[in-house]
C-alpha cells in the first residue's frame, strides 16, 4: 500500500522559506515520477515541479528560481524548498507518486503566505 505523508505547511510571510517534505512507504521513489501539486480554494490543481527516475526537473513557469524539488533515496523522501514565496502561492500543496492522472496522492499540507 502505498502511502504519501506531507509536512512542512504554515504560515510565513511574503519573501519567506518553507521546505515540504513528503515521506514515502510502499513506493520506490527513486523508479518514479514523483511530483508537487498544489490546489487554491476556487482554482484547478496544478503542477508545481516534478521528477522523474532519471533525474529530469521539470518546473512550473510561476515558481522557476524560487522552488527546487529534490528527493533522498536514502530516507524515500522528496522535498520542496520554496524560497521567496508570494501571496499566490498560498495553496494546500500535495505530493503525488506516479502522474497526475494514475499516481498516488498525499492527504496535502497548507502554506498560507500573508502579504
Known amino acids: 500500500q502505498v502511502q504519501l505523508v506531507e509536512s512542512g505547511g504554515g504560515l510565513v510571510q511574503a519573501g519567506g522559506s518553507l521546505r515540504l517534505s513528503c515521506a514515502a512507504s510502499g513506493i520506490d521513489i527513486s523508479i518514479s515520477t514523483m511530483g508537487w501539486y498544489r490546489q487554491a480554494p476556487g482554482k484547478q490543481r496544478e503542477l508545481v515541479a516534478d521528477i522523474t527516475s532519471s533525474g529530469r526537473i521539470d518546473y512550473a513557469e510561476s515558481v522557476k528560481g524560487r522552488f527546487t524539488i529534490s528527493r533522498d533515496s536514502v530516507k524515500n523522501t522528496v522535498y520542496l524548498q520554496m524560497i521567496s514565496l508570494k501571496p499566490e502561492d498560498t495553496a494546500v500543496y500535495y505530493c503525488?507518486?506516479?502522474?497526475?492522472?494514475?499516481?498516488?496522492w498525499g492527504q496535502g499540507t497548507q502554506v498560507t503566505v500573508s502579504s
Open positions: 503525488n507518486a506516479g502522474g497526475r492522472s494514475y499516481g498516488h
